[in-house]
């Protein structure tokens, strides 16, 4: 999650694009059903990355909302599985939080630091941090109109996991600050122009907001 997008979005809950090659042999990623979906994410909290933000969140939930920050998590686990991402696109992105601000970033060379002791795989850094450099790339104090120029990933992977992340940060917006936010005209923009430049059509977005909508019943 973009630090920035965050906190403007209130802190709710607790960032050129082909929706292809499904892992899911002979399956479509747009036909996984919500079933699977929390099964595949059951199966990640016996995973090392989720283990190790589930330690570092610990009990801590959003100040405003009372949600418990690893829902976060586990709502962007559950849209990786929908785009049919890769294992190490879901590990890095469990890892992401402890590695997006300059604090978090710090703290995880202390030798003390929950990334050193449990053991993180490489590949999932690099992807958390080639993460942290795109999101935090175009921030939302940036957006001046839908033309801005910024860019997305060369990775498709790092781009499976900013689309999870703008699509949280764009649906709890709208749920909870659009229209009454001080900025929301400019957040509203930014949180469309990313997912424009990830091709995220905004058909897709509502199919995959639907489906957040339906877990969450």
């Given at each position: 999650?973009?630090?920035?997008?965050?906190?403007?979005?209130?802190?709710?809950?607790?960032?050129?694009?082909?929706?292809?090659?499904?892992?899911?042999?002979?399956?479509?990623?747009?036909?996984?059903?919500?079933?699977?979906?929390?099964?595949?994410?059951?199966?990640?909290?016996?995973?090392?990355?989720y283990?190790?933000?589930?330690?570092?969140?610990?009990?801590?939930?959003?100040?405003?909302?009372?949600?418990?920050?690893?829902?976060?998590?586990?709502?962007?686990?559950?849209?990786l599985?929908?785009?049919?991402?890769?294992?190490?696109?879901?590990?890095?992105?469990?890892?992401?939080?402890?590695?997006?601000?300059?604090?978090?970033?710090?703290?995880?060379?202390?030798?003390?630091?929950?990334?050193?002791?449990?053991?993180v795989?490489?590949?999932?850094?690099?992807?958390?941090?080639?993460?942290?450099?795109?999101?935090?790339?175009?921030?939302?104090?940036?957006?001046?109109?839908?033309?801005?120029?910024?860019?997305?990933?060369?990775?498709?992977?790092?781009?499976?996991?900013?689309?999870?992340?703008?699509?949280?940060?764009?649906?709890?917006f709208?749920?909870?600050?659009?229209?009454?936010?001080?900025?929301?005209?400019?957040?509203?923009?930014?949180?469309?122009?990313w997912?424009?430049?990830?091709?995220?059509?905004?058909?897709?977005?509502?199919e995959?907001?639907?489906?957040?909508?339906?877990?969450?019943?």
């Amino acid at each position: 999650m973009s630090s920035d997008a965050f906190r403007l979005v209130d802190d709710a809950v607790p960032h050129t694009y082909r929706h292809a090659d499904c892992l899911y042999a002979g399956s479509d990623p747009a036909a996984l059903s919500t079933s699977l979906s929390e099964q595949l994410a059951a199966r990640m909290q016996d995973n090392k990355h989720y283990q190790a933000i589930r330690e570092f969140y610990g009990d801590r939930k959003a100040a405003r909302s009372s949600v418990p920050l690893i829902s976060h998590i586990d709502e962007g686990l559950f849209i990786l599985d929908v785009l049919g991402s890769s294992l190490r696109a879901r590990e890095a992105f469990c890892i992401h939080p402890m590695l997006q601000d300059d604090n978090a970033l710090r703290g995880s060379l202390e030798s003390s630091s929950v990334l050193r002791r449990i053991g993180v795989e490489p590949d999932v850094v690099v992807l958390s941090m080639e993460f942290r450099a795109v999101a935090n790339a175009y921030l939302a104090y940036q957006c001046v109109d839908a033309n801005d120029a910024f860019v997305a990933s060369c990775l498709r992977e790092v781009n499976d996991m900013l689309i999870a992340d703008k699509i949280q940060n764009r649906r709890d917006f709208e749920r909870f600050q659009l229209g009454s936010h001080p900025r929301s005209a400019t957040l509203d923009k930014y949180f469309r122009n990313w997912l424009r430049r990830l091709d995220v059509s905004e058909a897709r977005y509502q199919e995959i907001v639907r489906r957040v909508a339906q877990r969450d019943t």
